[in-house]
């Protein structure tokens, strides 16, 4: 697989919209936030490329694996350029209506072309298909999480969850599904217990058929984040609800090749004024699959 994108990003540095903030620690006085502590708009230009495979070992088992890397150039800044390095290997057991997949993932994320956050872990999943229009699952992932240079953050992430889904039987053959999903992340250095949280959230999302060349893709997501103790400068507990909305289409214009235009907002509601912001992203990327 092969992708090029195309995009102007709004808040790329998902910063708040605002040039100042109080801190009660020093009595509420208000410190100036610098350039990269503020929202920030850019065009960026995406590339992507990335290898999976799927190899049967007999009717039961299969094991799997995939490496995936991407880079994002900004055209007005380079201290947001990002890249992503993501690999991951695993099995898969089916009987009966049962699918079990468990594997190993590591993630590598760099900022500005240096190493920023390296998070390793384990996921598994169990699916079962209730007949042919239904399927409902389980799910479990664990991380570890370490921050280059900032070690204070390091932390492990424990998240659980059920999903569903459906498939209408309509013409345009529409699917839908939801996931449910709750955990932990806390912080190596009890020290900063104010950077460990409890998660939750949930997440929809659904597919359109029109026509064998064209889809249209919808999700929505709500996640709450509740930290565990008051943050030192801000004297409070943080608390955070974040909001995801993507919309897209996906056009297959010849063999192996599709068009995506795509428009995704975020919004992080947080009772810290420093933690809240909003993005929107509207891109458009074109790909190439490559089946051997």
Known sequence: MQSLVWAQILNISSAPNINAISVPLFSGVAFELGQDGREQSSNFMQLATGLSFRQPVNDDFAYFGAVNLAHRDNQTTST???SNL???L????????NSFSFALQNNNFYLDSSSFRHAYGATAQWLYNI???????A???????NYAGNSIRNAQRSIAGVNVGHVFQHDFRPVVFASVYGGREDADDSSVNFLSQDIVGVRLGGQLNIGARLQLTTSLGIENRKND???PSFLTKREDNQYDATLGLRYTFARDWSIRPQYSYTKNDSNIDLNTFERQILSISVRKDFNW
């Not at 695993?90 to 209506?97: A, F, I, P, S």
């Not at 007949?131 to 699952?137: I, T, V």
């Open 90 to 97: 695993g099995l898969q057991y089916k009987v009966d209506e």
């Open 139 to 145: 799910f479990g992932q664990y991380s570890k999480i």
């Open 131 to 137: 007949d042919s229009f239904n399927q409902a699952g």
């Open 86 to 88: 993501d690999l991951n």
């Open 229 to 231: 103790e008051n943050d």
């Open 80 to 82: 947001f350029n990002t």
